[in-house]
């Protein structure tokens, strides 16, 4: 059989350079655990618009839409803050979500043992801490119509956005959800607005009926998402999966993020339904953006990144004691005290570079052959 094959993106910003670390840990799983993976490059977000003019071509999308994996660095940045909405940076990533149809997005936030200091909360509300936030990633209010900016009546303009969602969009991401506590701790807490919004009702009902038809035996929970922010940072551990929308998951797993210390530390994984092969459609990406301010300096934290191709080898890939090993490996790194600049503490220290950390995880994996 083929080897499997990856298309890498890097993307804006800080992108490609966290990019080149993960390839460095891809050439180490093919020499020495004989995983190769078929490899390819291609331009995504400002990088694509300078060489092309749209944010994401028809021929990368074919290549996405081909490959059994898609890993992303990241996009955007100031020089794209003027143009054209339809053109933006931003606007190559949601294509990519919404024609792969990769309606299930995982956002797990894992607090290192060697980090629990780095957050803004106490230690002992964040050490140990382990969520999942599966955010529904190809509907809502990021691509219901009717959408736009136009006259009113008044002289003035209207801006609308439509928050939109059917029984099945409700009903596939809570069974993700619902999957994945069952081979975790067996809860799931669901967050919506059906205090105000229909579309909550609507997804608290679907997600209470995939649970009474399908997953009975999982902890079910439905929480309003304002409130389920405030427990988020008030004692986060009492969660296990959250299942919410695109855009309260959005803010959700922001917040979730900063809980763990550092937004450089947190991949994703965003899912979509089966192939011919079996494998998911899959795009994995750090939650972090471009970090424009940054760029290019050899600064940048690949952790995200690195942690994202390990998801990638346990989603895709079905390797998941490989992934385990890279994600034993990141931990190795960071309880040796090796630290980019965003996880430098109020005691200081030398951070190392973006290359630097790649290298010393590389290093912690031959360790641990
Ligand atoms: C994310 C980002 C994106 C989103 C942007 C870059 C379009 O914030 O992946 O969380 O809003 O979904
Ligand atoms: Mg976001």
Same mark, same amino acid.
């Given at each position: 059989m083929a080897n499997p094959s990856i298309l890498i993106l890097p993307g804006d910003g800080i992108g490609p350079e966290v990019m080149a670390e993960v390839r460095k840990i891809i050439t180490w799983f093919g020499d020495k655990? *004989?995983? +190769?993976f078929n490899v390819s490059e291609d331009l995504v977000g400002g990088a694509a618009y300078d060489a092309?003019?749209? $944010?994401?071509t028809d021929e990368t999308m074919a290549k996405a839409q081909a490959a059994d994996a898609v890993l992303l660095g990241a996009v955007g940045g100031p020089k794209y803050d003027k143009l054209d909405f339809s053109v933006k940076p931003e606007r190559g990533l949601l294509r990519l979500r919404k024609e792969m149809d990769l309606f299930s997005n995982l956002r797990p936030a894992q607090c290192f043992d060697a980090l629990a !200091?780095?957050?803004?909360?106490k230690k002992d509300i964040v050490a140990g801490l382990d969520i999942m936030i599966v955010r529904e990633l190809t509907?809502?209010?990021?691509?219901?119509? $009717?959408?736009g900016i136009s006259p009113d009546n008044e002289g003035g303009r209207v801006g609308i956005n439509t928050q939109r969602y059917t029984t099945e969009e409700i009903r596939r991401v809570a069974r993700s959800a619902f999957e994945l506590a069952k081979r975790r701790g067996n809860k799931v807490c669901s967050m919506e607005k059906a205090n105000v919004m229909e579309s909550g009702i609507l997804w608290r009902e679907e997600v209470q009926w995939v649970h009474d038809n399908e997953y009975p035996e999982v902890e079910l929970s439905h929480m309003y998402a304002d409130a389920g922010a405030m427990q988020l940072v008030r004692w986060? +551990?009492?969660? !296990?999966v959250i299942v919410t929308d695109n855009l309260f998951g959005d803010l959700l797993s922001d917040c979730a993020a900063m809980l763990t210390g550092s937004l450089g530390m947190l991949p994703s994984a965003s899912l979509g339904a089966p192939m011919a092969n079996g494998r998911p459609k899959a795009l994995y990406e750090p939650v972090?953006?471009?970090? $424009? !301010?940054?760029?290019?300096?050899? +600064?940048?934290?690949?952790i995200a990144c690195v942690l994202s191709f390990a998801m990638a080898l346990r989603y895709?890939? !079905?390797?998941g004691a490989e992934a385990d090993r890279l994600e034993q490996a990141v931990e190795a790194v960071l309880a040796d005290g090796v630290?980019?600049? *965003?996880?430098?503490? $109020?005691e200081g220290g030398t951070p190392v570079s973006t290359g630097a950390m790649g290298d010393a995880i590389v290093k912690a994996l031959d360790a641990s052959l």
């Amino acid at each position: 059989m083929a080897n499997p094959s990856i298309l890498i993106l890097p993307g804006d910003g800080i992108g490609p350079e966290v990019m080149a670390e993960v390839r460095k840990i891809i050439t180490w799983f093919g020499d020495k655990r *004989d995983l +190769k993976f078929n490899v390819s490059e291609d331009l995504v977000g400002g990088a694509a618009y300078d060489a092309h003019g749209v $944010p994401l071509t028809d021929e990368t999308m074919a290549k996405a839409q081909a490959a059994d994996a898609v890993l992303l660095g990241a996009v955007g940045g100031p020089k794209y803050d003027k143009l054209d909405f339809s053109v933006k940076p931003e606007r190559g990533l949601l294509r990519l979500r919404k024609e792969m149809d990769l309606f299930s997005n995982l956002r797990p936030a894992q607090c290192f043992d060697a980090l629990a !200091d780095f957050s803004s909360l106490k230690k002992d509300i964040v050490a140990g801490l382990d969520i999942m936030i599966v955010r529904e990633l190809t509907s809502g209010v990021y691509f219901g119509e $009717p959408r736009g900016i136009s006259p009113d009546n008044e002289g003035g303009r209207v801006g609308i956005n439509t928050q939109r969602y059917t029984t099945e969009e409700i009903r596939r991401v809570a069974r993700s959800a619902f999957e994945l506590a069952k081979r975790r701790g067996n809860k799931v807490c669901s967050m919506e607005k059906a205090n105000v919004m229909e579309s909550g009702i609507l997804w608290r009902e679907e997600v209470q009926w995939v649970h009474d038809n399908e997953y009975p035996e999982v902890e079910l929970s439905h929480m309003y998402a304002d409130a389920g922010a405030m427990q988020l940072v008030r004692w986060p +551990k009492q969660f !296990d999966v959250i299942v919410t929308d695109n855009l309260f998951g959005d803010l959700l797993s922001d917040c979730a993020a900063m809980l763990t210390g550092s937004l450089g530390m947190l991949p994703s994984a965003s899912l979509g339904a089966p192939m011919a092969n079996g494998r998911p459609k899959a795009l994995y990406e750090p939650v972090h953006g471009s970090a $424009p !301010d940054i760029a290019g300096q050899g +600064k940048a934290n690949p952790i995200a990144c690195v942690l994202s191709f390990a998801m990638a080898l346990r989603y895709s890939f !079905d390797q998941g004691a490989e992934a385990d090993r890279l994600e034993q490996a990141v931990e190795a790194v960071l309880a040796d005290g090796v630290r980019t600049a *965003d996880l430098m503490g $109020p005691e200081g220290g030398t951070p190392v570079s973006t290359g630097a950390m790649g290298d010393a995880i590389v290093k912690a994996l031959d360790a641990s052959l």
